[in-house]
């Protein structure tokens, strides 16, 4: 048996957080968890990761910068990262993907279409990326 795949959730939402990595939890997934943008690339430093799914509105550093970062890292450019936002706007999405998303969750979610959305990016991925 393979290990899980490893899911970081970043959301400043305790609720939101918790209750997307237990539905992780449950589907298989090994979440993980964080508050915001800096915690996120200090554990995306620290060990490896299959995908991020990032909220867009956090204080301090809001999913938009975090992305940027993430994309400017070269050892995380390839990492998949899903924003995972309220703002349902088409032009959200537009612009997630255009700052190098992989792809866009509208909350609050279904939790089937999540998992679905969550393995066809992974399997498009084919190999884990992140650090080690």
């Not at 048996?1 to 609720?15: N, Q, Y």
């Not at 792809?103 to 609050?108: E, L, N, R, V």
């Amino acid at each position: 048996m393979s290990e899980p795949r490893t899911i970081l959730v970043v959301d400043d939402d305790p609720e939101i957080r918790d209750l997307t990595a237990a539905v992780l939890n449950g589907a298989g997934y090994a979440a993980l968890t964080c508050s915001g943008g800096r915690d996120a690339l200090r554990r995306l430093d620290a060990g490896r990761v299959d995908l991020v799914l990032l909220d867009i509105n956090m204080p301090e550093m809001d999913g938009w910068e975090t992305l940027r970062l993430l994309r400017a890292d070269e050892a995380l450019a390839g990492l998949p990262v899903v924003m995972f936002s309220v703002k349902g706007e088409i032009s959200d999405k537009v612009h997630s993907l255009q700052e190098g998303a992989t792809a866009y969750i509208t909350k609050p979610f279904v939790v089937d279409e999540l998992i679905a959305r969550i393995e066809r990016v992974l399997a498009a991925a084919q190999a884990p990326m992140g650090r080690r």
